[in-house]
């Protein structure tokens, strides 16, 4: 079984190069075709000059912000970012994340719902962070104009429980077994990192995460972390 999973990974690896060397070609193409323009027009001259390097430049803006998105989620899934795991406030730190989303779409409410009982959770408190992130990014991505998403937090003998649970679109069951692949996405700007860097992170934990229908619709992401 070892040694099928490590097959398994370098084919996902180097699907994900080849993934990676097309998206970057992707914002090549616009940026080189406005700074042309730009440069074309700046000999010829005339009147419309300035319009022209306002729409060519925010292209460029524009498609260097996507490659910087791609770049950054692609170190982040590529290093292998030392654990520092550390007593954490874990309903402070699902509020940090929450207030990041605050009033993104008139329609859609985030909220955190803590029922724990513990002060603090042993966690790495940047690496949690990022998971929520991600999962309540795909939460509002999935919700579309209105919706809500929470963030429920709870604990036992066991462990810590973390949920996300939104109600948009939800996820078909025949998608369930790829969602935590690494090239797997279903949107046409998407890099399917993160949920493979979400399970990533949570195993790094010794936890599981698994995804539930949510009612009485969307989807609800659990993560249990065993108690230290
Ligand atoms: P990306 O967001 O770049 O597509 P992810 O790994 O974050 O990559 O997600 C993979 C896919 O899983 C998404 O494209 C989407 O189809 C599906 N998905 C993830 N979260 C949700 C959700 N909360 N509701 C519906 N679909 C989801
Ligand atoms: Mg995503």
Redesign the pocket.
């Known amino acids: 079984i070892t040694d099928q999973l490590a097959d398994q990974r370098r084919a996902a690896w180097s699907d994900i190069a080849r993934r990676i060397a097309h998206e970057i070609k992707n914002p090549l193409t616009p940026i080189r075709l406005s700074a042309e323009r730009i440069a074309r027009r700046l000999r010829a001259g005339g009147p419309d000059l300035p319009e022209t390097i306002e729409r060519g430049t925010k292209v460029i803006v524009d498609e260097v912000g996507v490659l910087k998105s791609l770049v950054d989620e692609f170190s982040r899934f590529a290093r292998l970012p030392e654990m520092k795991p550390e007593p954490v406030d874990l309903a402070a730190l699902a509020a940090s994340a929450v207030r990041l989303f605050e009033g993104v779409r008139d329609g859609i409410d985030v909220r955190v719902d803590s029922r724990l009982s513990r002060d603090r959770v042993l966690l790495d408190p940047e690496q949690i962070k990022r998971v929520l992130i ?1 999962l309540i990014d ?2 509002l991505e ?1 919700c579309g104009p209105a919706g809500q998403i929470v963030v429920r937090l709870s604990d036992g003998p066991g462990g810590v429980t973390i949920e996300v649970a ?1 109600t ?4 078909p069951l025949r ?1 369930r077994e790829k ?1 935590f692949l690494p090239d ?4 046409g700007r ?7 860097i979400v399970s990533r992170i949570v195993a790094d934990h010794n936890g599981t995460i698994r995804v539930e229908d949510n009612r009485p619709r969307g ?1 609800r992401f659990i993560i249990e972390l065993p108690a230290a």
């Open positions: 991600n795909n939460a999935a939104d948009g679109r939800g996820i998608d969602l797997f996405t279903t949107k998407g890099t399917g990192l993160g949920l493979a989807a």
